[in-house]
Nanobody, 113 residues
């Protein structure tokens, strides 16, 4: 069974950092591109970071220079390092395998003092 499981969310203060993890199972993780999405209150779910199977990365303008996506194929895991977080980064963060439209269950990130 193909599955993605996120972890690492929680409460973080503005200006702080947090790292999200997404562990894949049930398929050949290293062969696939991966992405992080987030859904903030009242907005569509948006893609914020993408990494190819060759580790080429791209970012939404809203997070560029602050968030960084990476992967560890030995651990079947994709990460999202979030730095200098802002209150508007609050939302539910999802990892996704674009091919096959495979989603994780999401993890809540709240940025507040």
């Amino acid at each position: 069974q193909e599955q993605l499981v996120e972890s690492g969310g929680g409460l973080v203060q503005p200006g702080g950092s947090m790292r999200l993890s997404c562990v894949a199972s049930g398929y050949a993780f290293s062969a696939f591109n991966m992405a992080w999405f987030r859904q903030t209150p009242g907005k569509w779910r948006e893609q914020i970071a993408h990494i190819t199977n060759r580790e080429l990365t791209s970012y939404a303008d809203s997070v560029k220079g602050r968030f960084f996506i990476s992967r560890d194929n030995n651990k079947d895991t994709v990460y999202l390092q979030m730095n200098d977080v802002k209150p508007e980064d609050t939302g539910v963060y999802y990892c996704k395998r674009p091919i096959g439209n495979l989603w994780g269950q999401g993890t809540q990130v709240t940025v507040s003092s």
